[in-house]
């Protein structure tokens, strides 16, 4: 199972950390992805990251403001947001994408496991 922890109301302009946990196993072998999905809106793919190394990828509207990392000690990756705005108001979600391919990082569908979301308000 996944632990998505972290959100809250937070100012514009202002940061947060989310953070994803797995209780069911380990990450080894595949890829940990973050989604969010605001009110009325689809869920959009954010950022991933694969366990077994590289860069994480991230999309065109927070890269540069928002980083992923993982503590492989702790089995948990971990998601820095900063300058948050408005727009970024959401359901975040982790998720796993078992022996994910580069390809298909961005693609909801291709992930297996997710986690139970958690509510990030950015007030204006």
């Known amino acids: 199972q996944l632990q998505a922890s972290g959100g809250g109301l937070v100012q514009a302009g202002g940061s947060l950390r989310l953070s994803c946990a797995s209780s069911?196993?380990?990450?080894?072998?595949?890829?940990v992805g973050w989604f969010r999905q605001a009110p009325g809106k689809e869920r959009e793919f954010v950022a991933a990251?694969?366990?077994?190394?590289?860069?994480?990828y991230y999309s065109a509207s927070v890269k540069g403001r928002f980083a992923m990392s993982r503590d492989r000690a702790k089995n948990t990756v971990y998601f820095e947001m900063n300058s948050v705005s408005a727009e970024d108001t959401a359901v975040y979600y982790c998720?796993?994408?078992?022996?994910?391919?580069?390809?298909?990082?961005?693609?909801?569908?291709?992930?297996?496991?997710w986690g139970q979301g958690t509510q990030v308000t950015v007030s204006s």
């Open positions: 998720a796993v994408c078992p022996r994910c391919i580069s390809s298909s990082l961005t693609t909801p569908d291709f992930y297996v496991y």
């Open positions: 069911g196993g380990s990450f080894n072998g595949h890829a």
């Open positions: 990251i694969k366990w077994s190394g590289g860069s994480p």
